[in-house]
């Protein structure tokens, strides 16, 4: 082969090389672009909830309330009889049957929303006011444009008489969309149209602060010692081994080790955020404690030298030049570290985080869900209004891991152009 | 005729290092002059950078190296472990090969010593030994205006000139300069050069460079090592016309190295 065939070759291979590249971004791109859709089109519904209008008359009298009611005392009262004379009023039933199918097309919880509305607004006492009540799923599904409606009767599960009060009340104007705020605030439930995140995201919350109160300084120390002081012989190797084997264990392990350790032997409370946040913070730790050490050592020893001719000592060489110069790194590995464990999902499972809890937590020794667990229970539920509600949370909680990586990003520019 | 000054600053007796099994320094007796400049040649790799770094105990940090035989400053041991390396290192400063300044301001950058070593005891005194430290460096006219930017946007030369100025801010009666000028271009070498003829009033400098001339024109005595051994030392103006040995004599024309 002469030179030029040669120089032919090379050219070729690089323009192959570029192609190769190329093909495999745009692959990428086009992947999470079918992801993004998919969550999106389906979890973009759960935003928003279908209510009816419906005239409700506070009269303090048939609540057997006083005339001017405090807060607890409506707290107590039944509004079961008051909603379900509300709502029978919207249409015309003949027979306890067709009542009750005029019921259906309201969420179960219909007397303890318009009892939380009087509760807002206290000054209706006494007076005729309308209240959005929620649909149920099916009708919310149905408004949503999601429900097979030609369907025969038989096959569905709203009946022709529920579909003819709902097109009537449309003609009405009666049906509106609102922001779920429900998705929001509410704790999870076996209906769909009042499921919400709320006790997850607490949950979730008091989790990663646990794991971050947890892992982040022992990470921190473990690191600079383990760099910066720790001589180096057989049993510093045979640890740093062993905190990178550490990293590779799949999260299931440290999910028995949680089970095993902190349910069975020190017998901490089953499904809280407490036993979920040590759990988590023992998986960080070595993926923390990595990146640290890896960005100590990417301080120029010149820098310490610098630092110890002056006469200073090995720590203040260390804490006053080492550490500062590797802030950056530390800080958004130990991000990126939190971001994995607040999408974990399999160590929470055997720690028992997987349980129906409605009640949001208010201290992380509560039961509680979390986002990931949260997913994973709703995506088993057949219903269309949870299989939505499973992409929004999804959206939620892709959207956390989005910010805290975006914060990782954004410390280490900030640091280091303070430093160079 | 250059005056030579007699009284010794730093004797080393049968000084030897090890890094693992590999010998680097082997029984070197050298002593070093007050107050003149001691210039340290001989090709890489000879132990020239290994022998300063035992003066102010900067082997420490290397954990393989082992250092026997003894240092002595002004007639005290301190190549032992009783020795506070700290403070010991407050009294001989070091410039690194590469400009090293800290990633923090100028100002900072020259006070950090003080800093540590409460050298000052408020900021008008701290402000005064920042100023004279940087005028000492011959560096203060550049600065005085900018001392908060960072020593890292100086130029090269600036930036050696800084970490003089550091070394010398805590007041030190030693400074060691490794191969100081190999990354500066001819004009800041000339600068540093200059400084050096004026700090050896104050100071003992021993200075390892790869450059003859520079040997000749900054120093009073010239060390010259191969090897990880001491072959030659006298005063600069014998090694460079009349040294006894015959290595000397090669390695200084040129003939090997």
Redesign the interface.
């Known amino acids: 082969m002469n030179k030029d065939q040669l120089l032919k070759k090379r050219y070729r291979a690089e323009k192959r090389f570029k192609f190769y590249g190329l093909v495999s971004i745009t692959l990428a791109i086009l992947f999470v672009i079918f992801l993004v859709n998919v969550i999106f089109s389906k979890g973009r519904a759960a935003f928003q909830r279908t209510t009816i209008a419906v005239e409700v008359n506070f009269n303090t009298e048939e609540l057997e309330l006083s005339s001017n009611a405090s807060i607890e005392e409506i707290q107590d009262a039944d509004f079961y009889d008051l909603s379900i004379n509300s709502l029978l009023k919207l249409y015309k039933t003949e027979g306890a049957k067709q009542e009750k199918e005029l019921l259906r097309v309201f969420s179960p919880d219909h007397d303890i929303e318009i009892k939380n509305f009087l509760i807002k607004n206290l000054d209706n006492l006494n007076k005729n006011v309308i209240v959005n009540l929620t649909t149920s799923d099916d009708i919310d599904q149905l408004h949503k444009g999601n429900y097979p409606r030609h369907l025969p009767e038989e096959r569905r599960r709203i009946s022709d008489f529920q579909l003819l009060i709902y097109d009537q009340l449309v003609k009405e104007n009666k049906v509106n969309k609102v922001f779920n705020t429900f998705f929001f605030t509410n704790g999870d439930s076996r209906n769909p149209e009042v499921a919400g995140i709320g006790g997850s995201l607490f949950g979730s919350f008091f989790t990663i602060i646990i794991t971050l109160i947890l892992s982040f300084p022992i990470a921190i120390f473990a690191s600079i010692y383990l760099e910066e002081f720790a ?2 012989n057989r049993i510093t190797d045979f640890i740093e081994i062993n905190i990178n084997n550490l990293a590779a264990v799949p999260s299931i392990v440290f999910g028995l080790l949680g089970l095993g350790i902190l349910l069975g032997t020190f017998d901490l409370p089953r499904s809280t955020p407490l036993v979920a946040g040590i759990t988590l913070s023992l998986m960080t730790l070595p993926r923390i404690i990595i990146p640290c050490r890896a960005s100590l050592k990417a301080v ?1 020893p ?12 090995k720590v ?1 060489s260390v804490m ?2 080492v550490v500062p ?1 590797s802030i950056p790194g530390t800080l958004s590995g130990t991000i990126i570290g939190l971001a994995q464990a607040l999408g974990e999902t399999a160590p929470l499972i055997l720690i028992g985080m997987v349980a129906f809890v409605v009640d949001i937590p208010a201290t992380p020794i509560d039961p509680s869900a979390s986002l990931p667990v949260q997913v994973y229970l709703w995506s088993e539920q057949a219903e269309r209004g949870f299989v939505e509600k499973t992409s929004a949370t999804i959206m939620v909680l892709l959207s956390f891991l989005i910010v805290m990586n975006f914060i990782a990003v954004y410390l280490r520019q900030k640091f280091e152009k303070k ?2 | 005729m250059v005056m030579i000054n007699n009284k010794v600053k730093i004797k080393t007796t049968n000084l030897n290092v090890y890094y693992g099994d590999k010998q680097a320094l082997n029984d070197v007796n050298l002593e070093i002059h007050s107050k003149e400049v001691t210039a340290l040649i001989g090709p890489s790799g000879c132990g020239k950078s290994t022998y300063i770094r035992c003066i ?1 105990r ?1 082997n420490d ?1 290397i ?1 393989i190296c082992r250092v026997t035989g003894s240092i002595e400053i002004d007639g005290n041991e301190i190549n032992k472990k009783e020795i506070d390396v ?5 009294k001989i ?2 410039v ?1 090969q ?1 400009p ?4 923090k301001s100028i100002y900072d950058n020259v006070s ?2 003080p800093n ?2 409460g050298l000052a005891e408020n900021k008008v005194k701290m402000d005064e030994i920042v100023e004279t430290s940087l005028k000492k460096a011959a560096l203060w006219n550049e600065v005085k205006d900018r001392l908060n930017e ?1 020593g ?1 946007s100086l130029s090269g030369g600036q930036q050696q000139r800084l ?1 003089i100025a ?2 010398i ?2 007041n030190p009666e030693v400074i060691l300069m490794d191969e100081p000028c190999s990354a500066l271009d001819p004009i800041a070498t000339a600068k540093i050069e200059e400084l050096m003829d004026e700090l050896k009033k104050s100071y003992t400098i021993v200075i390892v460079t790869h450059s003859m001339s520079q040997a000749v024109r900054v120093s009073q005595r010239t060390g010259f090592f191969h090897l990880g051994k001491l072959i030659e030392v006298d005063t600069t103006e014998k090694i460079f016309k009349n040294p006894n040995n015959k290595m000397t004599q090669d390695y200084i024309t040129g003939r090997f190295g």
């Open positions: 001589p180096k120029p010149s820098i310490r030298e610098g630092a110890l001719a002056v006469g200073a000592s203040q006053h030049h110069l430093w160079s | 102010n900067m940090v954990d700290v403070s010991l290192r407050e400063g070091m690194f590469k090293n300044p800290f990633p950090y010593g540590i070593h960072p890292t970490c550091r070394a801010s805590v």
